[in-house]
T-cell receptor, first 111, second 112 residues
Framework: DVKVTQSSRYLVKRTGEKVFLECVQD?????MFWYRQDPGLGLRLIYF???????EKGDIPEGYSVSREKKERFSLILESASTNQTSMYLC??????????FGSGTRLTVV | QKEVEQNSGPLSVPEGAIASLNCTYS??????FFWYRQYSGKSPELIMS????GDKEDGRFTAQLNKASQYVSLLIRDSQPSDSATYLC????????????FGQGTRLTINP
């Protein structure tokens, strides 16, 4: 089975801090994604990547950046955390013919 | 118009009955369709994928796809209390980059 691991289950950060959310997959997939999930808004795509050092903006990229230096690792960066970035963050990896597998999520609170 | 639309529910079904979840999508060129189950506080879990018109069965779950009507559904037979969760319909865009777009989800409660 594909395993997608997110480094932190819960995080509390202060406004203005730089925040790194890490995601690692173990199946050599090219495609990786970052979503956030908020009540009433569903899952929204922040950024995605098709290969090492490649990145594409999703639907809500403002205030975020990403890094993909190795195929198995896709990092989401909040350059200067704000309270409106309090959310559940979900990383996903995609395999052809199977679909998208999600990590367990990181619940981030910005205070 | 939202790209992927679901009734938010809640949908309440007695144990042992059939639960029917519906989803419509706007991008006529979409090719891949998924149903995810999400328990409260957990991440989405893939339960069904469907790529061609018709029905696809897996145990108690049946996914149905009608591309002409831009409609996807999920049937859960012999519903169990453990099926109580939010069900997310997801459609993979093919215009430009391939990426998954989700509906808002339908909250399903199975009553013992």
């Amino acid at each position: 089975d594909v395993k997608v691991t997110q480094s932190s289950r819960y995080l509390v950060k202060r406004t203005g801090e730089k925040v790194f959310l890490e995601c690692v997959q173990d199946m050599d997939h090219e495609n990786m994604f970052w979503y956030r999930q908020d009540p009433g808004l569903g899952l929204r795509l922040i950024y995605f990547s098709y290969d090492v050092k490649m990145k594409e903006k999703g639907d809500i990229p403002e205030g975020y950046s990403v890094s993909r230096e190795k195929k198995e690792r896709f990092s989401l960066i909040l350059e200067s955390a704000s309270t409106n970035q309090t959310s559940m963050y979900l990383c996903a990896s995609r395999s052809r013919g199977y679909g998208y597998t999600f990590g367990s999520g990181t619940r981030l609170t910005v205070v | 118009q939202k790209e992927v639309e679901q009734n938010s529910g809640p949908l309440s079904v007695p144990e042992g009955a059939i639960a029917s979840l519906n989803c419509t999508y706007s991008d006529r060129g979409s090719q891949s369709f998924f149903w995810y189950r999400q328990y409260s506080g957990k991440s989405p879990e893939l339960i069904m994928s469907i790529y061609s018109n018709g029905d696809k069965e897996d145990g108690r779950f049946t996914a149905q796809l009608n591309k002409a009507s831009q409609y996807v559904s999920l049937l859960i037979r012999d519903s169990q209390p453990s099926d109580s969760a939010t069900y997310l319909c997801a459609v993979e865009r093919i215009q430009g980059a391939q990426k998954l777009v989700f509906g808002q989800g339908t909250r399903l409660t199975i009553n013992p």
